[in-house]
């Protein structure tokens, strides 16, 4: 017995109920419950998160030139791209256009993020799905350096190398303090790899550690400093002055150079490491093709990095912009940001009330006001939950919808749209992988679909940034030092009132800024972050989101240790500080889950 | 400067946009606001960072952090703990925001080898961490003068002669709005 969702998916609540609270290893608090039925098969999915609520509080009346600060402050893991979206809202509010040097160096900041973010995520947030960190304890050194040799060059691979790891961590687990490996369920049946492919992974898992701290020094160099660099509405907040022999703050040719190195060292690194390491991993787990959900069906990407400045139409932008809707890979449809009809965020089924909560409402006409209470059917009490009734209202998290529809964003999304139109760039990579992995194009609507779009796109951006750095400095070299355009940088020059968007893709995918300025100050300010578009709750229609969708017709060896669950969730890369607020009193250490 | 001298990081950790989480970054601020520092002393604002913030540590010989803490003490109490004991409040429960939880980030940099040799954490029982865009309770802001004055005596115990700032020439360690006499104000 089951219902059929508008969007394709057959729910059946009957079975076993399974809550998984909180999912671990992401930033915020999200919580899952499933149903299985009696072959532990997941037939009904219920994502729930965290609220978003209280930017526009915060920023009414403030400084439009200011927001992109308090943006920053949003999440711990996106600050520069929200304060990137933030810039481009206010710009576009005001009419604002940016010099080529700052439309580079924005973009090199940009990919240097998607880079840093997509490499912590597959080997500090993800990779413990898939890899079994105690398995690695077992394994042959020798063969571990073998298996290394044969799939890079990367040099760090001698059998004393992976001894010397494996007797740390040894060392490590027996100290009993397993520190970030402690909240994983090692052993389960669902985990494939052999011991030498777990100690490889791992100590791969450590150079990533180590590695990932140079990249972030591009930050530094064009944002000033690192964590929270700055911005600038107008262009970018660094002089460049290249015969210059270290005046405070301007980019010399010193500063130039040390940019380009850390560009060549994270290409190197993506290619020999990251990228081998998601071949050889996927290549175990070819036949667990789960985890698909929506985007198989419905994707979106609102496009980012402009090749040339102050150009944000899909032409002009190297990640691709657009949606598909219902499998039709035959047509990309346009977005506009501020058509009213087109992007709707809806709370029928989430913890807020609107005047008539069957339609959906633009962000330019947001209203955020709470309304916490559960459906008839919740077990437990509104400050303890046992179980929630998703017949009723059931999350923090709104219904982002576009044309009503529900969408997956984030690299997958991306790399779909990009396929989806034969852009090369998108399309060769995949196909090489496919081909390498021997499976069909279908494989990529899945779990492991979008851990290896990330992959794919980490590599890409790496590249990209050498492209506009090359850019950059050859703009220079031929004169040309603008960074900032200040001509309406005095509210004066500003119109009375006046409303803008901004958008960027941030590593886990579509996000959007709303500004409406009034007498040189904010009246009010809407973000609908990508985590709101993957993690959203059913919409009046009955479609479920990508995170529910998601997990649909996935078997589990064993609900009591739900870790396919959490390797689906985790392949979206949530972020729920951007979606915010705690449900539960208490944030347990470790993972509760119940089985009903 | 003293080649010899550890390298000591004060982090102040939070986001500064959830009332009482915002405690960390807010004692920071203060602190750095009326003490100059040595070159081998850093003032961090490590906001939400969680992992990315492991390098900073790994750097460091000694570790002084401050954060908003749930001891179950009254709010505004400040709790002073040190070495072994810092990792098991670090990252404790109500750490929302900072999920991956600075206790990771002490274990990362433990993995690589990296461990300050001495650390303390000064620790704030928040009132209200679910306030969104709220400011910091009264009992909290009340606790930032104690907990600078106590990091100050700590940082003198680790063998640091801190000199009070001259007002005129501070660069403030938040700007654009979000310093906390600003952030604070309400139009």
Redesign the interface.
């Known amino acids: 017995m089951g219902i059929e969702t508008p969007n394709g998916f057959n729910l059946d609540n009957s079975g076993k109920r399974v809550v998984v609270d909180?999912v671990?290893?992401?930033?915020?608090?999200l919580r899952i419950e499933v149903n299985v039925d009696s072959n532990n098969v997941i037939r009904n999915a219920v994502s729930t998160g965290?609220?978003w609520?209280?930017?526009e509080?915060?920023l009414?009346?403030?400084?439009p030139r200011?927001a992109?600060?308090?943006t920053e402050?949003?999440?711990?893991?996106c600050?520069g791209t929200h304060a990137l979206t933030s810039v481009r809202a206010v710009e576009n509010a005001l009419n604002i256009s940016i010099p080529e040097n700052a439309n580079s160096i924005r973009n090199i900041m940009q990919l240097c993020l998607q880079v840093h973010d997509h490499l912590?995520h597959f080997y500090?947030?993800h990779a413990l799905d898939w890899v079994d960190v105690v398995s690695a304890l077992s394994a042959d050194p020798k063969a571990t350096s073998a298996l290394a040799q044969s799939i890079s060059p990367w040099p760090l691979s001698s059998p004393g190398y992976f001894k010397d790891l494996q007797t740390?961590l040894k060392k490590?687990v027996e100290s009993g303090?397993l520190?970030?490996f402690k909240n994983g369920y090692w052993g389960h049946p669902a985990y494939k790899l052999p011991p030498e492919a777990n100690l490889m992974a791992v100590a791969h898992y450590?150079e990533a550690?180590?590695f990932?701290?140079d990249i972030?020094k591009i930050h530094t160099v064009y944002g000033g400093k690192n964590?929270?660099p700055?911005w600038l509405v107008g262009g970018a907040p660094c002089a460049i002055n290249v015969d210059g022999t270290g005046a405070v703050g301007a980019i010399n040719m010193e500063r130039l150079n040390l940019v380009s190195q850390i560009i060549d060292r994270s290409i190197e690194f993506v290619e020999q490491v990251y990228i081998p390491d998601l071949v050889t991993i996927a290549g175990f787990y070819k036949d667990w093709l789960y985890g698909g959900g929506l985007s198989g069906k419905s994707v979106m990407s609102y496009g980012d990095i402009p090749e040339h400045a102050n150009d944000y139409s899909a032409s002009n932008l190297l990640l691709p912009r657009g949606v598909i809707l219902n499998g039709n890979l035959k047509e990309v449809l346009p977005i506009d940001n501020a058509d009213p009809e087109q992007i709707q965020e809806f709370v029928t089924h989430s913890w807020y009330k609107y005047p008539d909560e069957t339609k959906g409402l633009h962000p330019f006409d947001g209203v955020t006001e709470p309304n916490y209470k559960l459906g008839p059917n919740a077990k437990g009490t509104p400050t303890k939950i046992e179980s929630l009734d998703e017949g009723g209202k059931y999350s923090w998290i709104k219904s982002p919808r576009w044309r009503g529809n529900a969408v997956e964003v984030g690299p997958l999304a991306r790399y779909i749209i990009g396929y989806a139109q034969g852009n090369p760039e998108f399309k060769e990579p995949a196909d090489r992988l496919l081909k390498t992995l021997d499976v069909p194009v279908t494989a990529l609507f899945s779990t492991l679909g979008r851990t290896a779009a990330r992959g794919l796109e980490c590599q890409w951006a790496a590249r990209k940034m050498r492209h506009f750095q090359d850019k950059l400095v050859a703009n220079i070299k031929n004169g040309d030092m603008a960074t900032a355009n200040v001509d309406k940088w005095e509210p004066k020059s500003w119109p009375t009132e006046a409303q803008g968007y901004g958008f960027t893709e941030a590593p886990r995918g579509a996000l959007g800024h709303w500004i409406k300025i009034k007498n040189g100050?904010i009246d009010n300010y809407q973000c609908i972050v990508p985590t709101t578009w993957n993690g959203s709750p059913r919409d009046p229609k009955g479609n479920i989101g990508a995170f529910e969708a998601s997990l649909m017709d996935t078997p589990m060896a064993d609900p009591e240790k739900p870790l396919e669950i959490l390797r689906t969730i985790h392949s979206f890369d949530p972020c729920l500080?951007c979606s915010?607020?705690?449900m539960s009193p208490?944030?347990?250490?470790m993972a509760s889950v119940k089985v009903r | 400067m003293d080649a010899g001298a550890p390298k000591i990081l004060v982090l102040g950790i939070g986001?500064?946009?959830?009332g009482d989480e915002g405690f960390g970054v807010r004692a920071v601020e203060a602190f750095h606001r009326r003490f100059e520092t040595p070159e081998t002393v850093t003032v961090l604002?490590?906001?939400?960072?969680?992992?990315?913030?492991?390098?900073f540590v790994e750097e460091a010989d000694y570790l002084l952090v401050f954060d908003a803490i749930d001891y179950g003490l009254e709010p505004g109490a400040l709790k002073i703990v040190r070495d072994e004991e810092v990792?098991k409040f670090t990252?404790?429960?109500?750490?929302?925001?900072?999920?991956?939880g600075f206790?990771?980030v002490?274990?990362?940099a433990?993995?690589?080898?990296r461990y300050p040799q001495k650390l303390a954490l000064i620790g704030c029982q928040p009132l209200d961490?679910?306030n969104?865009?709220g400011a910091l309770t009264a009992p909290v802001q009340e606790a930032i003068d104690a907990a600078v004055e106590a990091g100050a005596q700590l940082l003198a115990e680790w063998g640091v002669a801190l000199s009070l700032r001259d007002d005129n020439t501070t660069i403030a360690l938040l700007?654009?709005?979000?310093d906390h006499q600003s952030y604070e104000r309400r139009?």
């Open positions: 909180p671990t290893r992401i930033e915020g608090h965290t609220m609520r209280g930017i509080v915060i009414k009346n403030r400084d200011d992109w600060a308090f402050r949003i999440c711990g893991v600050t912590v500090h947030l740390r490590f303090q520190g970030p450590l550690l180590d990932q701290k972030v964590p929270h700055n100050k500080a915010t607020h705690v208490d944030g347990q250490e | 986001n500064i946009l959830w604002d490590g906001g939400t960072q969680g992992l990315y913030l492991v390098h990792p990252g404790s429960k109500k750490m929302s925001l900072h999920q991956t206790q990771e002490l274990s990362a433990d993995l690589l080898g961490l679910e969104w865009g700007t654009n709005d979000i139009v």
